[in-house]
T-cell receptor, first 111, second 112 residues
Framework: DQQVKQNSPSLSVQEGRISILNCDYT??????FLWYKKYPAEGPTFLIS?????DKNEDGRFTVFLNKSAKHLSLHIVPSQPGDSAVYFC??????????FGTGTRLKVLA | NAGVTQTPKFRVLKTGQSMTLLCAQD?????MYWYRQDPGMGLRLIHY???????AKGEVPDGYNVSRLKKQNFLLGLESAAPSQTSVYFC???????????FGEGSRLTVL
């Protein structure tokens, strides 16, 4: 059973607009979450993280929101740029290790 | 600073053959992971290690074995390859302080 779900396989957004990528999880023990970006033929690279003691974390154009009661997190990218086109994965852990990843969302930013 | 290095990058096997993927990290990280990426399935955890000499099963461990004889190396073995093991394999090591995972570039394995 998939513990971390990204229900939108793909998303297209116009350059300059906001991209919102969603992630849902089922395990209430998850308390630390990461977002990763992946370009073709490369390994995933870290974007941003959030701990369960927070509901928001920002880093430049990237903001992650966490709603623990809904077991939902989202990644906002504002403004979106063509270079943001990639596959985005969310990941969760119930402690300090053993990260479980979602299925990924392919973002395409249209120029 | 090389980070996480995976070898080989590409391999084609016949059903029933065996092989080992090597992951090496130079960041002195305790935790290391092996994931596989398949279309529509995302990254699925195969096995992981919380330190030298330790290994544990992840989400999809069947058909794979691992060893962590040295802290910097994490080996993934396929004893008898099957077509269902055709995939891209990623190794990662984890920064003990921040929790951030550092990934290798991936190893594409095809089993005919």
């Amino acid at each position: 059973d998939q513990q971390v779900k990204q229900n939108s396989p793909s998303l297209s957004v116009q350059e300059g607009r906001i991209s919102i990528l969603n992630c849902d999880y089922t395990n209430s023990m998850f308390d630390y979450f990461l977002w990763y970006k992946k370009y073709p033929a490369e390994g995933p690279t870290f974007l941003i993280s959030i701990s369960s003691i927070k509901d928001k974390n920002e880093d430049g154009r990237f903001t992650v929101f966490l709603n623990k009661s809904a077991k939902h997190l989202s990644l906002h990218i504002v403004p979106s740029q063509p270079g943001d086109s990639a596959v985005y994965f969310c990941a969760a852990t119930p402690g300090t290790y053993k990260y479980i990843f979602g299925t990924g969302t392919r973002l395409k930013v249209l120029a | 600073n090389a980070g996480v290095t995976q070898t080989p990058k590409f391999r084609v096997l016949k059903t029933g053959q065996s092989m080992t993927l090597l992951c090496a990290q130079d960041m002195n990280h305790e935790y290391m992971y092996w994931y596989r990426q398949d279309p529509g399935m995302g990254l699925r955890l195969i096995h992981y290690s919380v330190g030298e000499g330790t290994t544990a099963k992840g989400e999809v461990p069947d058909g794979y074995n691992v060893s962590r004889l040295k802290k910097q190396n994490f080996l993934l073995g396929l004893e008898s390859a099957a077509p269902s093991q055709t995939s891209v394999y990623f190794c990662a090591s984890q920064d003990d302080g921040t929790g951030e995972l550092f990934f290798g570039e991936g190893s594409r394995l095809t089993v005919l």
